[in-house]
């Protein structure tokens, strides 16, 4: 087992996990002109958080580690924060386009380490994993643009 490697699967857990509860809220929460949009794509982003929490965690598993598995472990190592509660929509859209960021720079580490360990199966999850967010930064960034 690689405790380094597994070490940072569950600081992506414990984002994933700060995320998913983040996006719930912004989608109870999101009001305004651009309601429905945001409040449809946000669904869509905490769907694809929960598979994404589910795919780690078995990682974890898969390679001889121990998911992290509660609320207080998450908070205690995430690098994303929780929601605030006063986001307006476009700061909600900026304050994700940035957690998806940290995912994605953190994610380029993990792809290092994974590929250093020869663990090519860890390496594809985050590749796949970073295209997504790469691609919901780009249109998270693109609807602030007309502000």
């Known amino acids: 087992m690689n405790q380094q ?3 940072a ?3 992506q857990l414990a984002n994933w996990n700060i995320l998913y509860t983040k996006l719930h809220h912004y989608h109870w929460y999101v009001d305004g002109a651009h309601f ?3 409040h449809e794509k946000f669904e869509e982003y905490y769907d694809e958080a929960a598979g994404y ?3 780690i965690a078995e990682r974890v ?3 001889k580690g ?3 598995s509660s609320l207080k472990a998450y908070l205690e190592v995430a690098t994303i924060n929780e929601a605030e509660g006063k986001e307006s929509d476009h700061e909600m859209v900026t304050q994700l386009a940035k957690d998806f960021q940290q995912i994605v720079n953190e994610s380029n580490e993990i792809i290092e ?3 250093e360990a020869q663990d090519q199966p860890t390496s594809d999850l985050f590749i796949g994993i970073k295209a997504s967010l790469e691609k ?3 249109m998270l960034d693109a609807f602030n643009a007309k502000q």
Do not use: C, G, Q, Y
Request: charged residues 25%; proline residues 4%.
């Open 36 to 38: 429905f949009t945001l």
């Open 66 to 68: 121990k998911p992290l």
């Open 136 to 138: 919901h930064i780009w």
């Open 9 to 11: 699967l569950n600081k």
């Open 5 to 7: 490697l597994v070490d």
């Open 113 to 115: 380490a994974a590929e």
């Open 61 to 63: 598993l898969t390679i």
């Open 53 to 55: 929490i589910d795919e």
